[in-house]
Nanobody
Framework: QVQLVESGGGLVQPGGPLRLPCAYP????????LGWYRQVPGKQRGSVAG???????NYADSVKGRFTISKDNAKNTVYLQMNSLKPEDTAVYYC?????????????WGQGTQVTVSS
């Protein structure tokens, strides 16, 4: 089963930065989209940012101007740079990859990484 691996989570003070990398396997040769979601207990997982194969990006309104999604195709890695973090950004962050499989669209998620913003 194809899996993604997130890292970089941890405890950070309000206003601080954090960068989350997510590595995807080389078997996903040309993902058509990569994205980051987050989830807090008792709530649904929600989209944070996404990046298409051509490089276009989209962001949740709550993170616009503070978060940046990017990817390194050579390293098979997607990043989420988070700046000016707020306590409400505290969540488990998940990355997702979408690609065209042999017969249908495929997607897979990482295991999640906890981000806690607190003083």
């Amino acid at each position: 089963q194809v899996q993604l691996v997130e890292s970089g989570g941890g405890l950070v003070q309000p206003g601080g930065p954090l960068r989350l990398p997510c590595a995807y396997p080389g078997t996903i040769e040309r993902p058509i989209a990569l994205g980051w979601y987050r989830q807090v207990p008792g709530k649904q997982r929600g989209s944070v940012a996404g990046i298409a194969s051509g490089g276009s990006t989209n962001y949740a309104d709550s993170v616009k101007g503070r978060f940046t999604i990017s990817k390194d195709n050579a390293k098979n890695t997607v990043y989420l740079q988070m700046n000016s973090l707020k306590p409400e950004d505290t969540a488990v962050y998940y990355c997702v990859a979408v690609w065209v499989g042999e017969t249908s669209m495929e997607s897979t998620w990482g295991q999640g990484t906890q981000v806690t913003v607190s003083s």
